[in-house]
């Protein structure tokens, strides 16, 4: 279907003059440059609902005028995105991970900082927060002292995102009591607080974390290496290169041994399969060299 096509078909009551197939393309063209995120034709009535809001406060009348500014105006230009962005996610979302977590490179992880050693962990397009979160209370364990104990040590968590009013719920760290509950009781009981008739994380869980506004296509200011990556779910909404290129700076940024978890749908390929041993069902661990 041409976009043509697919405006006439799907924006049924929306003058072209206000939006039309090239102020479509326009917004996704710029959105895939800055961003990495593809939006196909079929998109075109998710960008108007998203952007529209954008485009009254700007105080211009159609998108034409809005694009022109999303072109020149950086800070616009990221309001856009992030507006564009979609940051469904949810606690312990694909179990598995958290069960390859827990079994397999926990032991090694609680070791390395018994010995005194630091451990990295980056959850990259955290969103909301759930996902770290679910990463956290896992390493930590269900032993409240054993797990207090671990926090002492050098132990951090990246969270980034690019989505800065995701970010802000998951510094926030509340959810509802129902929200929370995919995660196994004994975790919960020991890392959350039920107040309020709110699910709060507690402070020694937020104190491990750093929330960061980062876009993944851009330059990453990090310097050490990571010893688990989660990225699931991210790289979906990018083309190949870009998923390609992105897996491989994850390669070069794990510590040999360390592990990389990417989404259900979302597969290594190019350059970096050379560097990542699959272990498990999306799950991938660094090779020594
Ligand atoms: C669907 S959520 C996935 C959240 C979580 N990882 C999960 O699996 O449940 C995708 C997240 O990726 C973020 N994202 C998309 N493109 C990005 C980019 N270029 N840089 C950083 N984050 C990006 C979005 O803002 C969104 O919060």
Redesign the pocket.
């Known amino acids: 279907m041409s976009i043509a096509n697919a405006f006439s078909s799907s924006l049924p009551g929306i003058s072209p003059e206000v939006y039309g197939p090239a102020d479509f393309k326009a917004v996704s063209n710029i959105v895939h440059a ?4 593809v939006l196909p034709q079929g998109k075109a009535m998710l960008v108007y609902s998203r952007l529209a809001p954008l485009v009254r406060e700007a105080g211009v009348g159609t998108f034409a005028a809005f694009v022109e500014q999303m072109r020149v105006d950086e800070a616009q230009r990221m309001r856009a ?2 507006a564009l ?6 606690f312990y ?2 179990a598995h991970h958290f069960e390859h977590l827990a079994a397999v490179a926990r032991p090694e992880l609680v070791s390395a900082l018994e010995r005194g050693e630091k451990v990295r962990i980056w ?6 927060g ?2 770290t979160w679910s990463l956290l209370m896992t390493l930590l364990g269900p032993d409240r002292p054993a797990g207090a104990v671990l926090a002492k040590r050098n132990l951090r968590v990246l969270a ?4 800065t009013h ?1 970010l802000t719920k998951a510094r926030a760290a509340t959810y509802g009591v129902s929200e929370i509950e995919p995660v196994p009781e004994p975790l919960r009981r020991a890392w959350a607080q039920v107040q309020g008739g709110e699910a709060v994380i507690g402070d020694l869980v937020r104190d491990l974390v750093r929330f960061r506004e ?5 330059d990453w200011p990090m310097r050490g290496r990571f010893d688990v990556i ?5 790289m ?3 083309d190949n290169p870009t998923k390609e290129r992105l897996v491989e700076r994850f390669a070069e940024m794990l510590r040999p041994g360390g592990y990389l978890y990417i ?1 259900h749908s979302e597969r290594v390929t190019g350059p970096a399969a050379r560097l990542l041993a699959p272990v498990g069902p999306t799950i991938y661990q660094r090779s020594a060299r």
Request: charged residues 15%; aromatic residues 10%.
């Open positions: 800055h961003a990495g995120i995105i992030k962005t979609t940051n469904h996610t949810f979302r694909e959850s990259a397009g955290c969103s909301s759930e996902e980034s995102d690019l989505a995701a980062l876009n993944l296509l851009q989660f990225c699931r779910n991210v979906i909404y990018f989404g």
